[in-house]
Structures are given as C-alpha cells and as structure tokens.
C-alpha cells in the first residue's frame, strides 16, 4: 500500500486545459505501475490513462487519446495528467492508483492503492 494524494483538480471552460498530480511518499515509486480513473455519481468508476514503472510505456481511454498525456517523475515520486481540450463530459472526479503490476494495467482491481480524488468541472 502506498499513500496518494491528488492535486490540480478546478473549474475550466470546454476548451482549456488542466495538469493533475499526484504524489507519494513511497520510496519504490518506480516499482508501481500507475494510473488515472474517474467517476461520476451514479456511474462505475472508469479507466482514464496508465503508465508503467520507468514512463516508458502508456495507455489510455479511447475517450480521452490524443487529448490527455500521462507522465511520472520517479526523482519526485509524482505522477501527472495533462488534459488538454476538455470537454464537459470529462466532468468527474479522478482518482490516481498504484498498481503492483509495474508494466500498468487498465483493469481497476489490479489497483491496491487509491488517492483521495481530486473535482475537474468543465463548463460549456
């Protein structure tokens, strides 16, 4: 288990962008594959974006491609999601998690650890 905790969530316009991060504690930060979800009241929580232990390797939501990067800086135990074009379907909250599978996963049950969540709202 590693502690999380999400930052950089707010209120944009359709159109703007925003960088979430997330950070940790953790001294083997490198070893966790990681990832980015969110969820809407009523609604399954849902795969945004993951990333492997070294950042070498990414995968993301069909939704959000080419919209959205993922990135981690091991020197800083932090992991990032740039969001770029929002939309205000990409209204949610977003989690980051920690997976022991250190080439990252999309499936939400290989995730041990989760953040607090962090509010993005875009408006129309």
């Known amino acids: 288990q590693v502690q999380l905790v999400e930052s950089g969530g707010g209120l944009v316009q359709a159109g703007g962008s925003l960088k979430l991060s997330c950070t940790t504690s953790g001294r083997t930060f490198s070893h966790y594959g990681m990832g980015w979800f969110r969820q809407i009241p009523g609604k399954e929580r849902e795969f945004v974006a993951a990333?492997?232990?070294?950042?070498?390797?990414?995968g993301y939501a069909d939704s959000v491609k080419g919209r959205f990067t993922i990135s981690r800086d091991n020197t800083k135990n932090t992991l990032f999601l740039q969001m770029n074009s929002l939309k205000p379907e990409d209204t949610a909250v977003y989690y980051c998690?920690?997976?022991?599978?250190?080439?990252?996963?999309?499936?939400?049950?290989?995730?041990?650890?989760w953040g607090q969540g962090t509010q993005v709202t875009v408006s129309s």
């Open positions: 998690a920690a997976s022991r599978l250190v080439k990252g996963t999309r499936l939400k049950d290989e995730y041990g650890s």
């Open positions: 990333i492997d232990g070294i950042g070498r390797n990414t």
